[in-house]
């Protein structure tokens, strides 16, 4: 392993006092601990209580999303996304190759089975030009409808991923979706804050989800959201992610199949905390991001950059070494000195559960796989470099 790799790990390890020195971690203050025990005391701590409306609107008003849908989790918002855009048993639904599997899950989830795409190296997001040669090669038009040449089924929609909270090239994405009629989820969960064109991403699309875990930019334990424009599908998400209970003095029915999706008001408490200091923790982060670059600029270090015409929340800081080898000595080194650098997630396609799916011409994700490896990158992190 290369002496600048090595470098740069001692000095993280050097520049924090912890015995172990996490991926990317929570840091909780007294306001915090006051709204959750407010939340207690009020003993509206399940899916009723006005904190979870205090945090849709707050989310509304950081993305400028129309509407904005809390739900327990950022997979659960991404499976309700699914069902909004109509994925159904024997559709199919484009996405990309590098995600977490929560991603290729939640199309699991509704019986539709993922095809795999290229991921573009600048954006580590779907890449556009794999997409469009996908559909000129493999997909044709009829009655409005986008079908899969090699299966015959219908591809219902397309969900690209904000990795690491660097946005993908989403117009370019969006314009291939419209032409060939698919509608665009945007799998937003790792990127609250980042902005494509002076533009919320999350909000390009027919509908997206984002997530609130506890290794997020900001947290509510668990938690996520769905976001958008129509209000018709608002209307639909929050019915169906309540059970799809019937509005009623004091009956209990239900009118079609729904899930128990709703965050709870003692997860909205924890999280209201922090949105309210969104832009405070938003700076830290890509302040740190920006040690970061400076040092591996002068080391020689390759860092993922936001991309051009980005704001990128710098959710996880990147480096790319150069090859898989360096990349598992540098794993290891960072493990020995107890920092917790860490590689990308194995590719979907590889996983026992989607290798019998399709995947097109995945070289750029097979790269990243080999060669990513990610930086500590929790917004209280201090980083004392000589540069």
Known sequence: MQQRFKDLITAIRESN?????SLHEPKFNE??????????DSSYVSSVGENVR???SKLQEITGSKYAIATSTGTAALHTSLI???????SEVLTQSLSFIATANAISYCGAKPIFIDIDLETMGMCPKSLKLFLEKNAFLKKGKCFNKL???????CVPVHTFGHPAKIDA????CNEWNISLIEDAAESLGSRYLDKHTGTFGLISATSFNGNKIVTAGGGGCVFTNSEELAIKARHITTTARLIHPWEIGHDEIGFNYRMPNINASLLLSQLNRFSEILSKKRSLS???HQYCKESGINFLCEPKKTYSNYWLNQIMVDNLEERNQVLSYGHKLGVQVRPCWQLLPSLKMYKNCYQFNI??????????VSLPSSPHLKLEFNI
């Not at 306001?31 to 207690?40: A, E, M, P, Y």
């Not at 994405?173 to 291939?176: A, H, Q, R, T, Y």
């Not at 070289?363 to 990513?372: I, M, P, Q, R, S």
């Open 84 to 90: 909004l855009a109509k994925v159904t048993v024997d």
């Open 17 to 21: 006092g912890y015995d172990s020195i």
């Open 363 to 372: 070289v750029n994700a097979k790269k990243a796989y080999e060669t990513l």
């Open 54 to 56: 205090k945090v849709e």
């Open 290 to 292: 920006h040690r970061y």
């Open 151 to 157: 299966s015959g089924k219908v591809i219902a929609a």
């Open 31 to 40: 306001s915090d601990k006051k709204t959750v025990l407010n939340c207690i």
């Open 173 to 176: 994405i969006l314009e291939i």
